[in-house]
Each structure stands twice: as C-alpha cells, then as structure tokens.
C-alpha cells in the first residue's frame, strides 16, 4: 500500500516536496516511481528511482528542477519539487514496480498510491 502526500497551492517559482510511504517488509526490492496526470491528459513518468537509490530518471520536463530520493529503513520516497511552473500543475502518483531497474511506462508499475494535487499559480 502506498500513501502520498505534500501537495498543495504553491505560486510560480516555489517549491514543494511530496513524499510516499510504503506498507510492506521488501521495500527495496521494487523500483518506485513518481507520475502526474493534468485534467484531461494522459499519466505521464515524472521521475523514477531504483530500489538501492543509486539510479535515477526524470522525465525531460523536470530535469534540473525534480528531485527523487529514497529512504529504504523509513520506506519511503520523495519528490523534491523546485522552480514549479503552472504546467506543472497536477494530480501527483507513487508507485512501484518490482524490479532491478528503472521502469517508465505506466504498465510496468504494480503498485500506485492515491494522487496528491499540486497547483501551480502564475
């Protein structure tokens, strides 16, 4: 089980940091990953960790501004939000998939937490 948290009402330029916790003993045998979903579209790969945090990925959108980290003893991850723009704007989902690498379709996660809403005001 999955359970995020940390959105919020944030203006242009701010920061933000969602955070995921996981029920489960083998937390760090799953790759977890952080995806959006604006009004309307499709849910989109945001960012994406391994299962011992050594190997990370970001969607082009977010590089240089996101942030994904792990902590496997508190079985949690989190997405360290900075320079937010207002086409960041989004319901904002962990899940995980189990695995040694790092996953970026949708279909590969097994997993997913229920969304956190972050707007973005200009």
């Known amino acids: 089980q999955l359970q995020a948290s940390g959105g919020g009402l944030v203006q242009a330029g701010d920061s933000l940091r969602l955070g995921c916790e996981a029920s489960?003993?083998?937390?760090?045998?799953?790759?977890m990953g952080w995806f959006r979903q604006a009004p309307g579209k499709e849910r989109m790969f945001i960012a994406g960790i391994n299962g011992s945090g050594g190997l990370k990925s970001y969607a082009d959108s977010v590089k240089g501004r996101f942030t994904i980290s792990r902590d496997n003893v508190k079985g949690t991850i989190y997405l360290q939000m900075n320079s937010l723009k207002p086409e960041d704007t989004a319901d904002y989902y962990c899940?995980?998939?189990?695995?040694?690498?790092?996953?970026?379709?949708?279909?590969?996660?097994?997993?997913w937490g229920q969304g956190t809403l972050v707007t973005v005001s200009s």
């Open positions: 489960g003993r083998t937390f760090g045998d799953y790759c």
């Open positions: 899940a995980a998939a189990r695995g040694l690498g790092i996953y970026r379709n949708v279909l590969d996660y097994s997993y």
